[in-house]
């Protein structure tokens, strides 16, 4: 009994020290916020596990852009953002126009290739809209990373607002692995 106590804290400590770890190493990332040359921002918040004990991190990575109507310039303030909370890691469109509900194909291209098709549901959030994307953070940073630019077609769930999203993608590469890293940790709280 005492051996299995022992392995138990082990295992413990052992949890306790890869996300302190992760955590250290995307507080060091963040820091410097938007270097020379980055586009990405990434946010690392701890907050209380509800009535759990311990704490939580919610974790985000994000880049601004800028959006308007289908063949009208880009005006409106947008982000391409990934976020860790819990036990969700969420890709989403964050925009400042109510979007109606419902399911959407988004079209996204990189640089000068061809786009690819995401499916997407579209929502409208206390501040706005949001389009929930149904790739994986770690397929879709695959994709973007090495690039300068990502192209983003999509309507609200009823197909009724089309718009082009203009995303800066620059200084991807200094935030990916911490940022996965400490999405990996993310269910695991501190005590």
């Known amino acids: 009994m005492l051996d299995t106590m022992t ?3 082990l295992l413990e400590e052992g949890h306790i020290v890869r996300f302190a770890l992760g955590l250290a190493a995307l507080l060091l990332a963040a820091c410097g916020g938007r270097e020379a040359g980055g586009d990405w921002t990434m946010r690392v918040d701890t907050v209380r596990a509800g009535g759990e004990p311990g704490t939580r991190t919610a974790i985000s990575l994000r880049t601004e852009g800028k959006e308007g109507p289908e063949g009208a310039a880009p005006t409106h ?3 391409l953002s990934l976020d860790c909370f819990g036990d969700n890691a969420t890709v989403a469109l964050m925009t400042e126009q109510a979007l109606r509900q419902g399911s959407t194909d988004v079209r996204m291209s990189v640089d000068s290739a061809p786009a690819r098709t995401i499916k997407g549901f579209a929502g409208t959030t206390s501040t706005g809209g949001k389009v929930l994307l ?7 940073l ?3 990373t090495g690039h300068r630019r990502a192209i983003v077609r999509y309507a609200d769930g009823a197909g009724s607002y089309k718009t082009t999203a203009k995303f800066p993608l620059a200084g991807l590469e200094r935030h990916r692995a911490a940022f996965l890293a400490a999405c990996g940790e993310r269910g695991q709280g501190a005590p």
């Open 142 to 144: 695959a994709w973007l």
């Open 77 to 79: 303030d947008a982000a």
């Open 7 to 9: 392995r138990r804290i």
């Open 134 to 140: 149904t790739i994986a953070q770690d397929s879709l």
